[in-house]
């Protein structure tokens, strides 16, 4: 695994700054700003997070594999190369149909 500070200014692949962990959920902080913070994300097959809400939109791009997004009660399929917006306040919750990669941009407003 890189360290942040060694990939800043140059091109890399998000899939390799984390790897899946065995029925885990494990995530790694790219960007920390007070304007927001971008976070990737990798879940294994059927591992997910608890529906919850947030203060601010977020939008999640799946960097690898397959996750249904549950937001507002209504139940989205993204795969990789997709992107959702997550409005703020809505209920959202994730689960891994196969394991999957995203990356969590929150911007605060």
Do not use: C
């Not at 995530?27 to 097959?45: Q, W």
């Not at 990669?101 to 911007?107: E, F, P, Q, S, T």
């Amino acid at each position: 695994m890189k360290n942040i500070k060694d990939v800043m200014a140059k091109a890399i692949n998000l899939s390799e700054l984390l790897e899946y962990q065995s029925g885990a959920v494990v995530s790694r902080e790219v960007v920390r700003k007070g304007a927001g913070t971008v976070t990737l994300f990798a879940f294994d097959k059927a591992q997910g997070l608890s529906e919850h809400t947030a203060p601010f939109d977020a939008l999640v791009y799946l960097v690898d594999g397959e996750a249904e997004i549950l937001i507002a009660g209504k139940k989205n399929k993204v795969k990789k190369g997709d992107f959702i917006i997550m409005p703020a306040n809505k209920p959202h919750a994730l689960k891994a149909v196969k394991k999957f990669k995203m990356l969590l941009v929150m911007i605060k407003s």
